[in-house]
């Protein structure tokens, strides 16, 4: 299934050819295919037929953004000599190629047009000749000079041109057998420098090319290594009998540029670019590399198996951006990313370095996170008064820019009006109702903030003179996600505020006007103090689980939405601790003594007042006594004036000769006027629903025997658990917390509506006088005391 082409006479390109990729460049769509129409004429030569295409084209324009990668038809791969070679140089790196031929073979089986510029001939042939060598001279060796010489055989310096003629077919045969197994054909192109020189081979070359991707054929391109000519002075080449991977870089680009590729993946033993040597400890990986950012950054060694250097490519990629093609340059060598690092960048990940012409007009995501560290250290050091001030001066503005906020509100409505569903434009209205609670929530806040930070939880002397005391600290920097809910944002500034946490948040494109101006008035009142930076709003176009992946940057997560965004983001989030639910799936259960006049009061409030809600009934199960009495009719009638669809439980259902649509699944949450209703016999039977299918958010028991709520309140295993109470009073505001950040269902740190406590965490603070751990050994001067010492009062004013 390989078919080969050759071409002769190979040099380096030379970047002054640029004016020429300028005048001949043109801009193609991702969806473009090269169409008959556009042929000009069939010719042939060596039997094989050609197509010449048109050549003129206006200049093209790259990918401004990641995420418009996955819109890239035409894709171009470059494997680096490392990329291709074992670690131990002395072959190939099967398990490496067997991974990037099945990325490359997935997205051409996706309809993309895949191209392949490949090294390791040379390494190859280099392997297959010093096998001989070794083995010609033990012969020798063996026959004149004993076992005792072979140790000091010395092998030759082999010639690249010969490595690269005897490693050539091997390397593509190995090629070949891969494709194959996903039943794609590939074919080989060599490739020399006067086959882009010459006008006529040139076209021969672009019209080979767009006839193998019309016929759906991967080619396999690489440099004529064979017949290249010897390295001339001052190039790039070091060593006489030494070819650089520079050739290759060059070539991708030439190619990708030449045959108007959207995209081009250069896969090297580094991550990307760095603004500083990889492997220093300041080293920081770019994410976006722009025109003229190569003056600040500085270019360390070259591969450790070819020549090219990140100077080359950085040079080649800059080429093919100004040339109309997107450039990534990444890892393929890591073996955590290396199965997944090609579909990753089609996908618009967050891998590796990304060139691009368009400068963001804010800073990055990167640069805000640590803005958002360092100014969440200086709001620690406040004095608690101080951070008070700014929450109180928060409250004071949502009341006092009400028109602006609610304006901008409306246009968020507006442009959502047919694309959201009902429950959601619920959540993303704003209301002067609304803000007023907030700013009474921000105040309560900032009172509860007075001794938040710095608080002394244990003290103990440990020895005379030597005091540990532990003491609340901020957690770090949090990033808040969360879809429809611009009240989230205020909400969770000020928590953030309080407890001298640094915040990023990150809210959905459907509340963009209400976020924007809510943040700007957080941002004024954090400028009293001169902490402006300590909240910063994300507004670049990373993608959530890009977000997820900055575990230097973040220290907690916290989603506040839908369950599938918080599963989502529990899935991405690696190395990084996620504080949340991911559904709120909460059940009321009504025992057999409970009040008529309680029952319908808290089923109504607990369905009916926000059912969008996470804090909203779900299921309402029912004691099996009570069926067909009074109570359960008016249950009934109640949901009905109320327009609740009903759902029956399986038991439900039996006990009914026309009943409602059968409930799918008992592990549901609607978010909707919509519920489920399930028979039970029992309080322990109640407890045993709720445990295998809630989420551990909230339930509720109406009985007005009180050792059935006590056994009921201590046995069932949820964060909230309530006694004659609706199930809306699982909130932040309504326990007097403030506010909250999300409710937690986890089991450590925090748990139940999360307000200031759950943003804290501790440090100890060891005060001694020149104390060694030696001085209480067993024959030491000093004994442990361990004694517990008075913690100073909290301020609960």
Known sequence: MLSQVYCSGFQPFSHRLLPWVQSTAISRSPTDRIQPSAVRHVRSWSNIPFITVPLSRAHGKPFAHRSELKHAKRIVVKLGSAVVTRGDECGLALGRLASIVEQVSVLQNQGREMMLVTSGAVAFGKQRLRHEILLSQSVRQALHSGQNQLKEMAIPVLEARACAAAGQSGLMALYEAMFTQYSICAAQILVTNLDFHDEQKRRNLNGTLHELLRMNIVPIVNTNDAVVPPAEPNSDLQGVNVISVKDNDSLAARLAVEMK????????????????PPGSDDAKLIDIFYPGDQQSVTFGTKSRVGMGGMEAKVKAALWALQGGTSVVIANGTHPKVSGHVITDIVEGKKVG???SEVKPAGPTVEQQGEMARSGGRMLATLEPEQRAEIIHHLADLLTDQRDEILLANKKDLEEAEGRLAAPLLKRLSL????????????????????????????RIRIAKNLELEQVTVPIGVLLVIFESRPDCLPQVAALAIASGNGLLLKGGKEAAHSNRILHLLTQ???????????????????????????????DLIIPRGSSQLVRDIQKAAKGIPVMGH??????????????????TRLVRDSKCEYPAACNALETLLIHRDLLRTPLFDQIIDMLRVEQVKIHAGPKFASYLTFSPSEVKSLRTEYGDLELCIEVVDSVQEAIDHIHKYGSSHTDVIVTENEKTAEFFLQHVDSACVFWNASTRFSDGYRFGLGAEVGISTSRIHARGPVGLEGLLTTKWLLRGQDHVVSDFSEHGSLKYLHENLPVPQRNTN
């Not at 991911?582 to 029952?599: M, P, Q, R």
């Open 582 to 599: 991911s559904e709120g799936i909460c059940h009321l259960y009504v025992d057999s003594e409970a009040s008529v006049d309680k029952v």
């Open 261 to 276: 590729t959207d995209l081009l993946i250069v896969l090297s033993d580094v991550e990307g670019l760095f603004d500083s």
């Open 524 to 554: 004024e009142a954090l400028s009293i103090h001169g902490v402006k930076e300590a909240v910063q709003l994300v507004n670049t176009r990373e993608e959530v689980e890009d977000l997820c992946r900055l575990d230097k940057i973040i």
């Open 353 to 355: 370095t990304f060139f």
């Open 431 to 458: 209301s002067t109702s609304k803000l007023n609670s907030l700013a009474i929530g921000l105040r309560q806040i900032a009172a509860s903030s007075q001794d938040s930070v710095g608080r002394v939880l244990r």
